[in-house]
């Protein structure tokens, strides 16, 4: 067994005058690497020779060319770190989304004075383009709100602390945030849009872009899902037939897709958290 020992505290003055022998040096350096007390004694053992007065200069001059220390950030600033990273948590996804809402607005308020025969009959009455463009909003939304396409600092902030799938929660909730309210209430102001109509499959179709997004790329799953949505709206739309998904909120449909898709989501979070494979050539 061995036993503990310290260096006696004149070899420590001698070290700090630089009076030991290069054999004597290595062997005192090689002890102080593993010893607390023997560096805290060092400390004291150089207070008031050359060796301190040199330290104390090397501190200074770092402390000089150190940049100006800032407060720590606020839990709002962080916040608002987090979500600058993603195209659809800027500015000018709000823009998008204030134009895109506005178009539809005022398609909607033309129906009500203008019907062509190749319209169908049940849209110029009770459709909207609003209710269609609602739940395209959202998703779009989340498929620019993460992932390598969107964000410089993915491999960074895929595997910090708040990265992953906590960050990408955050994204989804602000896009929702912001679409949701807006659609709702240029829906009422137009009175072509009831609020329900567009809550559920919004969100129905925001869960399973986030499920599939755990199996393929988000933005394509945004592209797959936004693809379908517009062709089971519009299809019946030009064969002249009421398009349910629009003229009813079907919530024993709607439902069950956001419970099941929810639970696909946190059963496979990690996915969101593993690095994409290079593409071999």
Do not use: K
Not at 35 to 60: F, K, N
Not at 70 to 90: D, I, M, N
Not at 144 to 158: A, F, K, N, Q, R
């Amino acid at each position: 067994m061995s036993r503990q020992w310290h260096v006696p505290e004149p070899t420590l003055v001698a070290y700090a005058v630089e009076d030991l022998s290069d054999v004597d040096s290595w062997s005192v350096e090689a002890h102080l690497v593993t010893c607390a007390d023997c560096r805290a004694a060092l400390t004291r053992a150089s207070a008031g020779t050359a060796a301190a007065a040199t330290v104390g200069l090397v501190h200074e001059r770092i402390a000089l060319d150190l940049p100006a220390q800032r407060a720590p950030a606020s839990r709002l600033r962080q916040f608002f770190l987090l979500l600058r990273g993603a195209p659809g948590t800027r500015t000018s996804w709000f823009l998008a989304l204030a134009t895109v809402l506005v178009a539809a607005s005022v398609l909607d308020a033309a129906m009500f004075t203008t019907w062509t025969p190749n319209m169908s009959r049940w849209w110029f009455d009770h459709g909207s383009y609003v209710v269609l463009v609602a739940p395209l909003l959202q998703i779009a939304g989340v498929g620019l709100s993460y992932g390598p396409w969107v964000d410089p600092c993915y491999e960074i902030t895929g595997s910090a602390a708040l990265g992953g799938f906590r960050l990408l929660l955050v994204r989804t909730a602000l896009v929702l945030v912001a679409v949701v309210p807006a659609t709702v209430l240029v829906g009422l102001a137009t009175g072509r849009g009831a609020p329900v109509l567009m809550l559920l499959p919004g969100l129905g179709l925001t869960t399973l872009t986030l499920a599939l997004g755990t199996v393929i790329q988000l933005r394509h799953a945004a592209l797959v899902l936004g693809g379908a949505w517009l062709a089971a709206c519009l299809v019946p739309v030009l064969l002249d037939s009421v398009p349910y998904l629009l003229a009813t909120p079907l919530p024993a449909v709607w439902l069950p897709v956001i419970v099941l898709s929810s639970v696909t989501v946190l059963l496979r979070r990690h996915a969101f958290t593993h690095m994409p494979q290079p593409v071999r050539s």
